[in-house]
């Protein structure tokens, strides 16, 4: 079993800043592919950014280049720099493990086997 703590997330004015960070559980923190999704009211949940254990990053086009993943194995810790933000960002963002690593597709939530509980980002213009 795998936990996962989202926090830092909270209210930005439009062009502001925040970083996310996920805590994890496990002794094997660094085989563990990691995500980070968001959901924003009345819309699915959808991918943000990923990365590998390897440490390839993946990005959503919306967050490409504002949006920085990182993780720091160390700690059990990834965490999300999030720059420029706009209010279309504005959404509860999860956390998500790959513990299993049967199929490495990070852009698909049916890869992750652990979620968080969610942080709420608010962007306000």
């Known amino acids: 079993q795998v936990q996962l703590v989202e926090s830092g997330g909270g209210l930005v004015q439009a062009g502001g800043s925040l970083r996310l960070s996920c805590a994890a559980s496990?002794?094997?923190?660094?085989?563990?592919?990691m995500g980070w999704f968001r959901q924003a009211p009345g819309k699915e949940r959808e991918f943000v950014a990923a990365?590998?254990?390897?440490?390839?990053?993946y990005y959503a086009d919306s967050v490409k280049g504002r949006f920085t993943i990182y993780r720091e194995n160390a700690e059990n810790t990834v965490s999300l720099q999030m720059n420029s933000l706009k209010p279309e960002d504005t959404a509860i963002y999860y956390c998500?493990?790959?513990?299993?690593?049967?199929?490495?597709?990070?852009?698909?939530?049916?890869?992750?086997?652990?979620w968080g509980q969610g942080t709420q980002v608010t962007v306000s213009s």
């Open positions: 496990g002794r094997t923190f660094s085989s563990y592919g």
């Open positions: 990365i590998a254990w390897r440490g390839s990053e």
């Open positions: 998500a493990a790959d513990v299993s690593r049967n199929v490495w597709s990070p852009r698909a939530q049916a890869t992750y086997d652990y």
